[in-house]
């Protein structure tokens, strides 16, 4: 067994039972463990203690919008998000209470966001363009119109900045493809449907290396 492997069972016997030693880890089934707890004794071993997950498979969750992660939370608990991964390794958090849940997505999104690295040049470039201005010829909209500018999210929707490219590209096509896997997303179903393959890996490329300036300028500094 490979150390991806190993590493996701170990995640997902956590996930399914956790341990009996209070002091170092809680049942992840009782509705008085906080959900801070839970994100670093269960969540960590697949997003990352700080919500920066080194394998795309996971989603980085550091800095993500609030709205955004109790949505997926409530929807993996009631089993109506049903895309592959969903259900491989998030239905089991049916305990979840709405008090966990809401402690959960407080504490991904108040950690510091994580840039991803820089690829292809000349496909970050193509994705920079339809990021900002779309595909008018195919339809599709400018992501900046709900995911902000600088790829920060708005509200329910998602932040985008530095997350892996694999994982987009796997959600647009999810979207593309089949939205009653995902049924909050049935509004990216008319933006993607027209895309290409190549089209989405170019603006998964942008936003997973976007550019540190670009970043800064979203979270300037506290003034002195």
Known sequence: MNKL??????GMLLAGSGC?????SRAVDNPS???KTIALQVCSNCHGVNGVSVSPVFPKLAGQRKEYIVDQLTDFKTHARSDPNAKRFMWGFTHLSEVQIDELAAYFSSQKPALGESG???LIGEGKAIFVSGLPDKGVAACVSCHGQHGEGMNQFPRLAG??????????LVFQRDTAQRPR???MKAVCGNM???DMR??????EAFPPETEAAANPPAEQ
């Open 20 to 24: 009996h030693d209070l002091e170092r």
């Open 202 to 207: 170019a603006v998964a490329a942008f936003v």
């Open 120 to 122: 292809d040049q000349s």
């Open 163 to 172: 997350q892996h490219a694999d994982y987009i590209v796997k959600q647009l």
């Open 33 to 35: 463990v906080p959900g």
């Open 5 to 10: 492997a190993q590493f996701i069972s170990l």
């Open 196 to 198: 290409s393959e190549q």
């Open 185 to 187: 997303g049935e509004v």
